[in-house]
């Protein structure tokens, strides 16, 4: 049985967007596993026996596993002959590390780009709840939280420039080449390059090339994904 990753998907579902599932794709794309992602709603109901409530999930035989650092700590566990996303505490130190700022910075300068665009994309029966859920954890409407694109980007890009003064020395966080570190900034990025109208990412920056370097890697998976820019919506 090929192993299943479930992911948020918008009204047309092979636009499939989630930031921490996006970081389990790409962590099975680095252990080089056959894998199939299935499209999941907000509207739909919690998935499989142990009833989750959120993507991403994956389903290996007969484990599922919810949280993508969890997803990432199974497959290394699981798959030990496959290539390593943590050799050890100090890499899954610093791929933690990535997530705290992710949190504390890179996630506040883009939810102003994408939470709304997230939001329009999605199938009606979805829409209400995500917006219920969105607005209560922001205390003010989805409206009230969209930036336009000049501000949009230039928030991004303030965000980021602790990760482009890291990367203007090296290719990947985790040096020459990618750890789950990488993926952990990949999922939040690429969430906003799917549900946005524009190319929020500066290309010229570090981090910038770093992102195509990643979006390039594995045949080119994440580059040529749907995006709203790309394909029908609807």
């Known amino acids: 049985m090929a192993i299943k990753l479930y992911d948020l998907a ?7 967007f989630g930031p921490f599932s996006w970081r389990s794709r790409m962590a099975l794309l680095h252990k ?13 109901p919690n998935i499989g026996p142990k009833n989750l409530a959120s993507v991403p999930v994956l389903h290996d035989g007969d484990n599922w596993i919810g949280d993508s650092w969890d997803i990432a700590l ?16 100090e890499s899954q130190a610093a791929a933690q590390f990535v997530m705290g700022v992710c949190g504390a910075m890179v996630f506040p300068g883009a939810i102003p780009v994408a939470v709304y665009q997230a939001f329009q994309i999605l199938d009606e029966g979805s829409k209400p709840l995500f917006r219920k859920s969105r607005e209560e954890m ?17 928030g991004l890009a303030t965000a980021l420039a602790p990760f482009n003064e890291t990367l203007a020395s090296s290719s990947f966080l985790g040096g020459d080449a990618p750890t789950y570190a990488d993926y952990v900034l990949f999922g939040v990025l690429k969430w906003v390059d799917i549900v946005s109208s524009y190319r929020a990412i500066d290309e010229s920056s570090a981090v910038g090339k770093w992102f195509v370097r990643l ?3 594995y045949d080119g998976y994440a580059r040529d994904v749907p995006t709203v820019r790309n394909t029908q919506i609807a």
Not at 10 to 16: F, L, Q, S
Not at 32 to 44: A, Q, R, S, T, Y
């Open 138 to 154: 922001f205390g003010c409407t989805l409206e009230a939280i969209h930036v336009g694109e000049e501000k949009g980007k230039a």
């Open 74 to 89: 199974y497959l290394d566990k699981q798959y030990p002959d496959k290539p390593t996303l943590m050799a050890g505490a």
């Open 32 to 44: 080089g596993l056959d894998f199939e992602v299935v499209p999941w709603h907000w509207n739909e």
């Open 10 to 16: 918008a009204a047309n579902p092979k636009i499939m």
């Open 215 to 217: 979006e390039n890697m």
